[in-house]
């Protein structure tokens, strides 16, 4: 996933963009609401992680402004605040989940997981493709009781195509998940990572739309 943390504090935002990023997925990071507001602006983001204090606003006016907007985008509220009031008022505005610190990130990585997941349109972690067992939850894949190993940028890929199964992920869309504003992209690193899915997964299990871009399978 593509993902936006909106938090002001150095040494916390650097640990959750650090576990996001362990996680297998793209993170911008910013610390107040007026890049918070360029940013989606600028890029279509699968998750945002946002702080309600913020240096020049609060976070719940920000998530009001993208509910009002018509926007979808999953949010996941993580706040010192920790009355129920501010919970509901959180909620009701529009958010996922409420997250109170300090907390766990493993903690953190369960609630993204399943919020991502409730947004995909299947809240079960476990897929099976063909002879594969994907355990989306716990970042494993086996077949015929072996064990695959994915590179985390193979794992942003193979997740954003079962989220969108039998649908074509232009070239584009599948750079969105894999890349900060700040990275280096390659013109063909779409191309080396799906040669490398196809020899791990099975070379017809990720189908080429020429011109378009890629697609799963259905099996």
């Not at 909106?6 to 362990?22: F, H, S, Y």
């Not at 606003?57 to 998530?63: E, N, P, R, S």
């Not at 077949?143 to 954003?160: C, V, Y």
């Not at 869309?173 to 191309?191: D, K, V």
């Amino acid at each position: 996933m593509r993902v936006l943390l909106v938090e002001d504090d150095p040494l916390l935002g650097q640990a959750v963009r650090d576990q996001i990023t362990r996680d297998g997925h793209s993170t911008d990071y910013v610390t107040t609401l007026g890049d918070a507001r360029r940013y989606v602006q600028a890029a279509n983001y699968d998750l945002i992680l946002l702080d309600l204090l913020l240096p020049d606003g609060k976070g719940i006016d920000f998530l009001r402004e993208l509910r009002v907007s018509g926007s979808s985008v999953p949010v996941v509220i993580l706040t010192a605040l920790d009355q129920v009031a501010n919970r509901i008022a959180g909620l009701n505005a529009g958010a996922d989940d409420y997250l109170v610190k300090p907390f766990d990130l493993s903690e953190l990585t369960a609630r993204v997981n399943a919020v991502a997941r409730r947004y995909s349109g299947n809240p079960n972690p476990f897929v099976t493709l063909g002879n594969l067992q994907i355990d989306l939850a716990a970042h494993s894949i086996r077949r015929e009781g072996r064990s695959i190993s994915l590179t985390a940028s193979e794992w942003a890929l193979l997740e954003a195509l079962i989220q969108r199964q039998g649908m074509i992920l232009s070239k584009a869309q599948l750079e969105e998940r894999l890349y900060s504003f700040n990275a280096e992209i390659g013109s063909n690193t779409i191309e080396v990572h799906m040669s490398r899915l196809r020899k791990k997964l099975g070379g017809d299990l990720i189908e080429t739309a020429r011109g378009l871009g890629y697609k799963l399978r259905q099996c």
